[in-house]
């Protein structure tokens, strides 16, 4: 069987298991010594950008040396219009009659939020993360169960900057795809030479006569429903003299930090105040609201997204962006608000929200212009020419080995660092093969070029009329390029965010990513942590310090509310 790299692409993105009936079972294998070793190089990675505070992301010390593969087994069945039902032995059963989803275990039944399937399926039935991680090799053709399939090795691509979890340290996943349905027949993830974890579709029937039984998509009328939880009903604050001296010192630290927030210098603009684009474009305004009756992007379209057989973008670019955070920050000022009394202050301290939200209030946000030179993978260079990008330095550069910064007086030289995530999800769209809808809405010109719009939201939100953040957006891609001409992120309906790409032109033979040091300039070491930017004399340092450790101390607050609600909440199946 020879496969189309395109034609593979496209059906894998087309893959849709709420339209399928099918049965089978999935085996599934597990190395927790293997997916040890994938996080501790993780938090290696987080720690190097946290610089002197790296060692709070180490990994607690947990003896895994002596436990073997976990396997697992259990058996799927789903119907069209999204009811599936999934159920792992007698202990654990999952079902979805298409609009609810309930998990049966304990003799109850307990209600998810929305429909979505999160791991149930191991991403063998939701495959479109293969196309939105990863750049696809087709190695073969195989027959697995009594099906054709097409052999692939995925290699993690070099953006995907909305994607930035584990699987960009894995060497490569293997895949067997059904050549009719794309489903994945066979996943395999490699991780030092070594299987991370390992998924198998067997048995696969469709349209099995079982599917036409309603009752299966639904909790058995036995089986009583639990009363839906009340949020953090079991959380009760911290007690005890070391929290209440700990809560002290961090009222103080808040209420300083906030003063700080409030009356901190406002920094120099670049920018000249007779900027003809100062306010955010007023056709930054979200696409028609019938979108839903536009055509899904086709094959041409979605190879296009991808960058099949396409050379990363080498180019240079005049890129624009505005920012108004004011949409941001009214939306998590809400969230805050209809936290449970126990949980109050959860994203930080009263006093430090406040100054935030009323710093940002003031200043709103504004345009700012960057020249931008790349060549992926791992070469760019990026010259703040006007505007308040937030950067104490003029131009950043990498050139695969070493990240170069330009200051007034020093060029400082450190380890790599990736091209900023925003621009990265630009230069390379495929992010949005995955976990999003995609509908076309028509040709568009953006400086000069050719592009088509596309209007994007967040699957989760589609489905289930979910509240996310930067859930929806529009975006122009470039026809010759496949690069974003613009992308426009959306808060409660309100630009937040706009990214133009003008002024793109092929990259210069002599155009050089690394920034060497001039006379009267000297050159530095650059540790790579979140203040060697700054340049603090001593007693500076140690104030940044203290209000970098609250701040961590806030998100840790955060990142509990988030583990639960990803606990009660449909959780997405992606890798």
Known sequence: ???DISDLVALVYRTDWQQVSLSARISQTFDIRVARRLAERKAAELGKALGPWQGAWRLPR????DRGPVQSERSVLTARGGRYRVQQG????????GEQR??????????????????????????????ACYDLQVTGSAVADGRPAIQVTGTPRAASAKRRGAYQLLD?????VDAELGVLLRSRQIFEGQTRESAELRDLV?????????GLFAPPPDVPHAADEEPFADYHPPDGIGWQVAGAAASAAATAVGFAIRHAPRRKLVWPTEDEEPDMPADAVLAPEDWKHHQPPDGRIVNLLHGTNRVGPALTAEVHEWVDVRPLMQKLKMIQDKMPAPLEGVFGPDAVWDAFAERAAEDGGGHRVARLAVEFPGHYRLDYLSGDWNKPYKAMACDGEHTTKLFDDRVATGPVKRLDANLASVLDPAWLLSGWKLAVIGPARVA??????????????ADNGADDLFAQADLVIDTELGVLLRLTTYVNDQPANRTELRKL????????????????????ADSGGPLADRNLPRPAEAVATAATVAAVGALAGAAAVTGWLDKHRARRDRR
């Open 1 to 3: 069987m020879n496969a």
């Open 62 to 65: 947990i003896d895994v040396e």
């Open 90 to 97: 007698d202990a654990s059963v999952v079902v979805c009659d």
């Open 102 to 131: 309930w998990h049966i275990s304990g003799g109850e039944a307990h209600r998810g939020l929305g429909r979505v399937p999160g791991r149930d399926f191991c991403g063998l039935l939701t495959p479109q993360w293969l196309v």
């Open 172 to 176: 490569r996943v293997e895949v067997l």
């Open 206 to 214: 469709i349209d099995p006569p079982e599917a036409g039984t309603a």
């Open 448 to 461: 000069g070029r050719d592009g088509i719009v596309i209007r994007a939201v967040e699957t989760a939100t």
């Open 505 to 524: 032109r092929p990259l210069d033979d002599h155009t050089s990513f690394r920034i060497v040091a001039g006379p009267g300039i000297r050159s530095v």
